[in-house]
C-alpha cells in the first residue's frame, strides 16, 4: 500500500509540473498580476468551509453532551492539516480530531460522532459527486468508456457510502470493523475481545444517535453541504476580480465537475495533478482558458499550506494544553 501511495505521488507530481510547464510560469505570473487582494479573499473564505463542517461535527453528539463550536474548530482544523498531507480517505484526520475532542464528552461519544459525522460528509460528497457526473454526461467532451468509468465510479461511491450507513444504523460497523477473526491472531484473543466489547459500546451510540437525532443528522448533510459549497463562492471571487462570466451556470459547472473529481481522487496524496488538472478541464467546459484553472488551484494551493499551517498550529497547542492538563492532575493525585 505504501509503494501504491508513494506511486500516486510520483505521478501526481509528474502530472503538476507537466501542467505547469505546458501553461508557462511567465503565463501564470501575468494572470496572477490583476487578482490583487482577490488572492486574500479567496484563501480567507476558506474558514467559513472549516466552520461550516465544524458545526456539522457538532451536530452529530447528542443534544445534551454538544461542545460549543468553537472548542470542537481547533480539532477540526487539526484533522483537516492531517488529511491533506496523507493518503488515508481522512481516516488520520479523524484520528487527530477524536484525540483531541474534549474529554468530557468521553471516547465512546466522540468516536460515536466522528462516525455519525464522516457518514453525513460523506453523504454530502456523494451528492455534489452525482451532480458532477451529470454535468459530464450531459456536456462533457467524453467518449463511451470514459462516460462507462465516469458512471461506474459514482455508482461505487454511491453504493459505498450507502453500505457504510447502514451499518451505522444497524449498529453494526464497529463491530464490522473490529470482528475479523484474524485480530484476535494478530493482538490476541484477551484484547480482541475487549476491543469487540467496546465496539458494541460504540455501536449503541451511533444506533441511538440515528434513532433519536434524526433532524440534527439532516442539518449535519446541509451544514457538510454548505462547506462545501464555500467552493462555488471562490470560483464566483476568481472570476469577479478577473472580470469573467460569474453566471450561476458557469460558477456550477466548474465547482461541481472539479469537486467530483476532488473525491474521486482522494487516493492521490494531496491530489497533487489531479486537483489542477480538474479545474483545468472544469473551466474548458464553460469556455474559459485552462490555465486560469490552473491559476486558481494554485491559489487554492496557497489556501490549503495557509489553513494547513493554521492546523498544524492548532494541533501543537492542543495537544500542549492536554499533556499540561494532563500534568496537573498528576501532580494533584
Excluded at 481516516?91 to 466522540?110: H, I, Q
Excluded at 450561476?248 to 474521486?264: C, E, H, K, P, S
Excluded at 467546459?285 to 491559489?299: A, N, R, T
Excluded at 495557509?306 to 499540561?324: I, K
Aim: charged share 15%.
Amino acid at each position: 500500500m505504501r509503494r501504491l501511495h508513494g506511486l500516486c505521488l510520483l505521478l501526481g507530481a509528474a502530472l503538476f509540473a507537466l501542467l505547469i510547464h505546458e501553461v508557462g510560469v511567465d503565463a501564470l505570473r501575468r494572470e496572477s498580476a490583476h487578482l490583487g487582494w482577490g488572492v486574500l479573499a479567496i484563501v480567507a473564505v476558506e474558514g467559513l468551509a472549516d466552520l461550516l463542517h465544524t458545526a456539522g461535527w457538532q451536530r452529530c453528539f447528542p443534544r445534551g453532551e454538544r461542545p460549543g463550536v468553537w472548542r470542537l474548530w481547533g480539532p477540526q482544523l487539526a484533522g483537516a492539516a492531517i488529511n491533506l498531507v496523507t493518503p488515508t480517505a481522512g481516516l488520520a484526520g479523524e484520528v487527530v480530531r477524536g484525540s483531541l475532542a474534549p474529554r468530557a464528552c468521553g471516547s465512546d461519544g466522540v468516536v460515536a460522532s466522528l462516525a455519525v459525522s464522516k457518514l453525513s460528509a460523506a453523504l454530502a460528497d456523494t451528492a455534489l459527486v452525482l451532480g458532477g457526473a451529470a454535468v459530464l454526461l450531459a456536456h462533457g467532451p467524453l467518449g463511451a468508456g470514459a462516460r462507462g468509468a465516469v458512471a461506474g465510479a459514482s455508482g461505487l461511491l454511491a453504493g459505498g457510502v450507502l453500505g457504510f450507513g447502514l451499518l451505522q444504523r444497524r449498529g453494526r460497523l464497529a463491530g464490522f470493523l473490529a470482528a475479523p477473526p484474524v485480530l484476535a491472531q494478530l493482538i490476541g484473543r484477551e484484547r480482541a475481545a475487549r476491543w469487540v466489547r467496546a465496539a458494541a459500546a460504540i455501536d449503541r451510540r451511533i444506533a441511538a444517535l440515528h434513532t433519536a437525532e434524526r433532524g440534527a443528522l439532516r442539518e449535519a448533510v446541509a451544514l457538510h453541504l454548505l462547506g462545501n459549497a464555500v467552493g462555488a463562492l471562490q470560483i464566483h471571487l476568481f472570476f469577479s476580480v478577473l472580470g469573467l462570466t460569474s453566471s450561476l451556470a458557469a460558477v456550477g459547472t466548474v465547482f461541481l465537475v472539479a469537486r467530483a473529481i476532488d473525491v474521486l481522487a482522494f487516493f492521490v496524496p494531496g491530489r497533487l495533478g489531479a486537483q489542477e488538472g480538474a479545474r483545468m478541464f472544469a473551466m474548458s467546459l464553460v469556455g474559459i482558458e485552462p490555465s486560469l484553472g490552473l491559476l486558481f488551484s494554485l491559489i487554492l494551493r496557497l489556501e490549503q499550506l495557509a489553513w494547513a499551517g493554521l492546523g498544524f498550529a492548532a494541533y501543537g497547542v492542543l495537544l500542549w494544553q492536554r499533556r499540561a492538563t494532563a500534568g496537573v492532575v498528576g501532580v494533584t493525585r
